[in-house]
């Protein structure tokens, strides 16, 4: 019997979610891209428990790149940091404008300059040169408040160390490949929440908020 999705390839496995026999090729490109699969799907699962090589060699290349920019951090500024690492892999620019790493680090050290600013008693807002990058770092800022007006004001001074790793590595990446956004690229891939329904989502309140080891 022919795949019904491909009409190309024979159709050998179940698909829970179609009711139907779907060819292995269909199955491991279209999942959950085209087909809803369900969590409990075996293909699914075995998937997730052994991705692909060339897969694993891009975590493992992504947690070599960020895993240095948490060292010397205490706990408490590395939770920071990927708290708003998180904020920045999300954000979308407003349409036709495009999210470079320069914003980033130009987002990131503004708003890092003005709570170290704020801490010598001096009110200045640093604003970036860019549009872009002022919408993003009023993002981060918000977060900022937030936290700080939930936890006190000593967390802007992790939250201004946590900004300038995040400045610092979205410079690096600039003098690597300008007008990219391959830092933000790397932080959605390390920082991603796990797909809907999946069985890592069901431990999200007790899991750790990245695949990224605290040291």
């Known amino acids: 019997m022919q795949c019904p999705l491909c009409n190309q ?19 491991g490109t279209k999942r959950l891209v085209e087909i809803a699969c369900p969590p409990d799907c075996g293909y699914l699962s075995a998937a997730r ?26 706990e408490r500024q590395a939770r920071v940091f990927l ?37 010598k008693g001096i009110v200045y807002e640093h604003r970036p040169a860019s549009l872009v990058g002022a919408r993003l770092m009023n993002e981060l800022k918000g977060v900022v408040d937030e936290v700080v007006k939930n936890a006190g004001p000593a967390l802007e001074r992790d939250a201004a160390t946590a900004l300038r790793r995040i400045e610092h590595a979205a410079k690096m990446m600039t003098t690597v490949k300008p007008d990219t956004n391959e830092f933000q690229q790397l932080l959605s891939r390390v920082l991603a929440p796990p797909p809907a329904g999946s069985a890592d989502e069901a431990d999200a309140d007790t899991a750790p908020p990245s695949s990224l080891i605290i040291p």
Request: proline share 6%.
């Open 9 to 27: 390839r024979k159709a050998k496995r179940a698909c829970p979610a179609l009711g139907k026999q779907i060819c292995a090729v269909c199955c």
């Open 49 to 74: 428990a052994n991705p692909p090589a060339v897969v694993q060699r891009q975590r493992e290349m992504d947690r070599a790149l960020l895993l240095p920019l948490l060292q010397g951090l205490s």
């Open 83 to 119: 708290m708003l690492a998180a904020v920045v892999s999300r954000h979308q620019p407003d349409a036709f404008q495009k999210l470079i790493d320069d914003d980033i680090a130009q987002a990131a050290g503004a708003l890092a300059s003005t709570l170290e600013t704020a801490a």
